[in-house]
């Protein structure tokens, strides 16, 4: 008997992403101590992070190159520790590429920030911008006119936590405050009527905080009903991490707060710690 040669199914491989590199370029201001950023992929993933208290040198250009997926959102985040930003002598750039050409520029921040600023770029050439190169103020030339009191000291880690507030029918009740107790310092200060009626179902806020320090969030209802659920389903909850969306609350996530039935306010405290959850 003849029996013909067994066929099999051609096997197409998995298509690979394209991954280019782009050059982030950070100028830094008379307090580089104070300046950490973070680059995050489209999953939320860190690409590559600079805590604060890494840079040591003024006012000189620091150029890291990172390898990245091409033609995908990213997100690059700036801290400063002290929250004066990088002053009006700093900035940071991100090219498209390996180098620092201005003609092919994916993000350029003007420093002109508190204590957190966002970018959200594409890695693609259709995504570039065309900037005059910079110059960089030799430090000598400088006077600052305050100089800062309280700094995060360079071992201390910064990290995110994200705020999300999911209102009920009244925005314009709710408000909120988030302290440093191990400082003293008022983070966040949101008063009640900041949020108009038009402020659309939810808002979320991304707020760079210091591993290991305590950390109390209030949450304020000027009707004093909280916002669940005499007059609709809200809530807040803290997220560890960049991002945070009112799915997040039902998905494994390091969550450390979450509630909406309280009456006129409600005060919670937790450490921030990359392993502490709600």
């Known amino acids: ?11 197409t491989p998995v298509p690979t992403s394209t991954r280019i590199p782009i050059t982030i370029q950070i100028n830094t ?73 201005y003609s092919r520029v994916l ?18 050439l259709n995504s570039v911008m065309v900037f005059d190169a910079p110059t960089i103020s030799p430090t000598s030339s400088f006077e600052p006119s305050v100089t800062p009191t309280t700094t995060t000291p360079p071992s201390a880690f910064q990290l995110l936590i994200t705020v999300l507030i999911v209102f009920d029918t009244y925005p314009i009740d ?9 400082t003293a310092q008022t983070i966040r200060d949101v008063p009640i009527g900041s949020y108009s009626p038009f402020v659309g179902p939810n808002i979320t806020e991304s707020i760079a905080v210091t591993e290991n320090h305590l950390y109390e969030f209030t949450l304020f209802d000027s009707g004093g009903d909280g916002i669940c659920c005499a007059s609709g389903f809200g809530y807040a909850a803290i997220f560890l991490g960049p991002s945070a969306s009112p799915l997040s609350a039902t998905e494994e996530n390091y969550l450390l707060y979450f509630d909406g039935k309280f009456g006129s306010n409600e005060t919670s405290q937790f450490v921030v710690a990359a392993n502490n959850t709600f």
Request: glycine letters at 10%; charged letters at 15%; proline letters at 5%.
């Open 29 to 101: 201001d008379v307090f580089p101590n104070e300046i950490g950023w973070t680059l995050f992929d489209r999953f939320g993933n860190t690409v590559q992070s600079v805590p604060t208290g890494t840079y040591i040198e003024r006012q000189t250009s620091i150029d890291t190159t990172v390898l990245v997926e091409m033609d995908q959102t990213h997100e690059f985040i700036m801290l400063d520790s002290y929250g004066d930003g990088l002053r009006s002598d700093g900035s940071a750039f991100i090219f498209y590429g390996n180098g620092t050409d």
């Open 1 to 11: 008997l003849f029996f013909p040669a067994p066929s099999f199914p051609t096997m």
């Open 107 to 124: 993000v350029f921040e003007d420093g002109n920030y508190t204590t957190i600023s966002s970018h959200q770029f594409n890695t693609s």
């Open 174 to 182: 709710t408000g909120w405050t988030l302290q440093d107790l191990t």
